[in-house]
């Protein structure tokens, strides 16, 4: 059955959360009614597009793989990620993302930032945007922060965080997603605020967890972080069928009698 914010909320302290990824409607169908929430994450520029980095990622593909998705995931709430550059100002901001309400059926955005953009996530909730808070790790930080840096190493930056927490928590966010942060300050964060806070690469004292589809089965090759955990090794499994099939073909094992009209 599909969350609703009210449900999202409630499971703080009660159970914990589960997030996946998905950008296409054959992966979102077979996620339908398992995990809590599907998010349409702008990593998809990266395993999806084959780019360096998220930030090439355009609103025009956010809004194709989202409705991809809400096609294929119909039981399950969907968020769309708001790509790199969409949501710098309120004006902007607001635009955007009524363009991914108005063309999807997205239940949700998600924007990164911390206390700087609180005054944004106020405006969109404010006029029926659904926010899911990002901070920490940001990858859309990527090039300004020269590479992907661990967050709440010291108490500075761990208070840093608890703020930029409470503030878009105030502002009206209804969960936070908290990446590449240290277990202990992750578990300081996720104390300090009602909303629940869904970590990835932030231990285990969190309220949910999440991960991009491709990680955890193992479909991702060029780099595994060290937080991901493979369920299945979807790579070789891939690799073993493409050269059974081509054995199959030069053998004339395939197509059988069965599989000819
Ligand atoms: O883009 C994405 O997939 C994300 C997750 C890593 C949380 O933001």
Same mark, same amino acid.
């Given at each position: ?6 449900s999202?909320l409630?499971a703080?302290?009660? !159970? ?27 990593s ?6 084959g ?5 090439s990622a355009t609103l ?9 998705v ?6 399950t709430?969907v968020?769309c990620?708001m ?10 901001a607001?635009?955007n993302? $009524? !363009? +991914?309400?108005? *063309?999807?059926?997205?239940n949700?955005i998600?924007? *990164?930032?911390g ?7 106020k ?7 659904a $926010?899911?808070?990002h901070?920490?790790?940001?990858p859309?930080?990527?090039r ?5 840096? +661990?967050?709440?190493k ?6 840093q ?9 105030k502002?009206?966010?209804?969960c936070?997603?908290? *990446?590449?942060?240290?277990? *202990?300050?992750?578990?300081q964060?996720?104390?300090? $605020?009602?909303v ?5 690469g932030?231990?285990?004292? +969190?309220?949910?967890q999440?991960? +991009? ?15 991901? !955990?493979?369920?299945?090794n ?9 050269d059974?099939?081509?054995?199959? $073909?030069?053998?004339?094992?395939f ?7």
């Amino acid at each position: 059955m599909k969350q609703s914010i009210g449900s999202i909320l409630k499971a703080k302290n009660n !159970r914990k959360l589960t997030m996946i990824t998905a950008y296409d409607a054959l992966f979102a169908k077979l996620f339908d009614d398992k995990v809590d929430f599907i998010l349409v994450g702008d990593s998809l520029n990266m395993s999806f597009a084959g780019k360096e980095d998220t930030l090439s990622a355009t609103l025009d593909q956010m809004i194709y793989h989202t409705n991809a998705v809400c096609n294929g995931a119909k039981n399950t709430f969907v968020i769309c990620d708001m790509p790199f550059g969409t949501y710098t100002n309120e004006t902007d901001a607001m635009k955007n993302c $009524v !363009r +991914v309400f108005q *063309e999807t059926n997205a239940n949700a955005i998600k924007i *990164e930032g911390g206390s700087s953009k609180a005054h944004i996530v106020k405006h969109l909730t404010q006029n029926s945007i659904a $926010v899911v808070g990002h901070i920490g790790l940001m990858p859309q930080n990527f090039r300004s922060e020269g590479g992907y840096k +661990v967050k709440g190493k010291d108490e500075a930056n761990t208070a840093q965080l608890i703020q930029d927490a409470k503030d878009i928590e105030k502002a009206g966010a209804f969960c936070i997603v908290l *990446e590449g942060v240290k277990e *202990e300050a992750a578990a300081q964060i996720t104390k300090a $605020v009602n909303v629940p806070i869904i970590g990835i690469g932030a231990g285990i004292y +969190v309220d949910g967890q999440v991960l +991009v589809w491709s990680d955890m089965l193992g479909l991702f090759e060029e780099f595994k972080p060290k937080f991901v !955990r493979q369920y299945i090794n979807g790579a070789s499994i891939v690799k073993n069928a493409i050269d059974t099939y081509i054995n199959d $073909v030069e053998n004339l094992n395939f197509p059988a009698d069965a599989e000819k009209y």
